[in-house]
């Protein structure tokens, strides 16, 4: 079982898409119990969980945060709010074959992060008793929130190495914001999903290929969705899936990060099917590695 809709807080009304509060306070309600429809929550959470309900496990990404709580967002669109107490337990995962584990805390959970929740029942509501995530997951999202996606499968010494090249094109297309489109290549996804098919990798390798055999040739990463799930979700998976495919091209087809435009997510925008049809969708759920030289310096 997953919540949906708002929590009710103390009286207050909150939307499970932006935690934003509304309306007038009402009556407690310390014995509401728990359905999938709505959380009434009083106080802080317990910090000892001893003895306390199971409640349902949750996967999705973070989409929302606030001071005690965090918001999921499953592949479904279904968003579930959750407390988090002292009790809660966080830790990565990582390592050869996944084993390794890192403790965290809470505030290591940002907004992006695919997460799977356990969870126990406590005053009508859900708290958290253990956050799990991979590591992988957690730097991709962290370079997605802070701008850097540029340097997804490279370290600092490489992009230092690279500078003087970034440099030098940057000085010859930088006012320039015309390109010739030389070739698009989509690869699709499945509903929810950021991972790439072995044919899709092997796809994305092809492209980069082609582009690398262009003078001054770029590659921008756009990713989409269809059009289930709410707004905030798609956004985030679509920044997600253009994410994993750069990570791709760097890392296993070997392009060079300064050749790499900003990659982003458009979500729905500019579908390519009707989205009322699942052959539609299908087509609709995709990142477009488009290859791109400047009219400026095109033929040079």
Not at 69 to 92: F, M, P
Not at 147 to 166: D, K
Request: aromatic share 6%; hydrophobic share 40%.
């Amino acid at each position: 079982m997953k919540s949906r809709s708002g929590i009710k807080y103390a009286g207050l009304f909150v939307s499970a898409a932006g935690l934003a509060f509304s309306g007038t306070a009402l009556a407690q309600q310390a014995d509401a119990p728990w359905d999938e429809n709505s959380i009434t929550v009083q106080g802080s959470a317990p910090a000892d969980l001893e003895g306390l309900a199971a409640g349902p496990e949750i996967e999705g990404l973070i989409s929302a945060r606030g001071f005690e709580t965090l918001q999921v967002t499953g592949a479904d669109g279904t968003a579930t709010t959750v407390y988090i107490s002292d009790a809660t337990q966080v830790r990565g995962r990582g390592g050869f074959l996944g084993l390794g584990r890192t403790e965290a805390n809470a505030a290591a959970l940002i907004n992006g992060l695919p997460v799977t929740v356990q969870t126990v029942q406590w005053n009508g509501g859900l708290v958290a008793s253990r956050i799990r995530y991979r590591d992988a997951d957690m730097q991709t999202a962290a370079m997605i929130q802070t701008g850097t996606a540029q340097r997804f499968g490279e370290n600092e010494m490489a992009i230092r190495q690279n500078a003087a090249a970034t440099e030098a094109l940057r000085g010859r297309v930088g006012s320039i914001d015309q390109y010739n489109i030389k070739n698009t290549t989509n690869v699709y996804f499945d509903t929810g999903r950021w991972q790439i098919s072995p044919a899709a990798q092997a796809e994305l390798c092809e492209a980069a290929r082609q582009a690398e055999q262009m003078d001054n040739a770029l590659l921008l990463v756009v990713g989409y969705t269809d059009a289930v799930g709410d707004e905030e979700f798609n956004q985030q998976l679509s920044e997600r899936r253009a994410g994993r495919v750069v990570n791709h091209l760097q890392q296993q087809c070997g392009w060079a990060p300064w050749r790499m435009l900003t990659p982003t997510g458009m979500a729905e925008a500019d579908p390519l099917a009707d989205n009322s049809t699942p052959a539609g969708r299908a087509q609709n759920r995709r990142v477009a590695v488009n290859i791109l030289v400047s009219k400026a310096v095109d033929g040079i």
